[in-house]
C-alpha cells in the first residue's frame, strides 16, 4: 500500500503561484505513474495533471495546459504541481493519487488510480 501526503495549499490571489507537492510513502514508489486531481466545492473530482514513471511523458487537462506543471522527484518519493498565473476557478481541494499496479499506461480518470492523498486546499481570490 501507498501512502500519499499532499502539501502546499493556501490562499493566494488570482495571478499568483503555489507549488504543491505530494510525498509517497509505504511501498515502493518504483514504476508507478502518478496523477493530480481536484475537487471544487459542490462538484465532482476531476483529473488535473499525470505523469509517467519511465519517460517522464507528462497529461494535462485543458484549463491547465501552459500554465501548470507536474513534476517528480523518484528519488525522494515526491511529486510536484507548479502552479502559475492561478485564477479564482482553480479554487479547489487538490489530490495527489497513484494507481494500484505500476507500469501501467498513464491514467486520466479517477478510476484508474486506487490511493488518494487527504486532499490540500487552494483558494484563488479575484
Known amino acids: 500500500q501507498i501512502q500519499l501526503v499532499e502539501s502546499g495549499g493556501e490562499l493566494v490571489q488570482a495571478g499568483g503561484s503555489l507549488r504543491l507537492s505530494c510525498a509517497a510513502s509505504?511501498?515502493?514508489?518504483?514504476?508507478?505513474?502518478m496523477g493530480w486531481f481536484r475537487q471544487a466545492p459542490g462538484k465532482e473530482r476531476d483529473f488535473v495533471a499525470a505523469?509517467?514513471?519511465?519517460?517522464?511523458?507528462?497529461y494535462y487537462t485543458d484549463s491547465v495546459k501552459g500554465r501548470f506543471t507536474i513534476a517528480r522527484d523518484n528519488a525522494n518519493n515526491t511529486m510536484y504541481l507548479q502552479m502559475n498565473s492561478l485564477k479564482p476557478e482553480d479554487t479547489a481541494v487538490y489530490y495527489c493519487?497513484?494507481?494500484?499496479?505500476?507500469?501501467?499506461?498513464?491514467?486520466?480518470?479517477?478510476?484508474?488510480?486506487?490511493?488518494w492523498g487527504q486532499g490540500t486546499l487552494v483558494i484563488v481570490s479575484s
Open positions: 505523469i509517467a514513471w519511465a519517460d517522464d511523458n507528462t
Open positions: 509505504g511501498r515502493t514508489y518504483f514504476g508507478y505513474y
Open positions: 493519487a497513484a494507481p494500484r499496479f505500476p507500469y501501467g499506461l498513464v491514467g486520466l480518470t479517477g478510476a484508474k488510480y486506487t490511493y
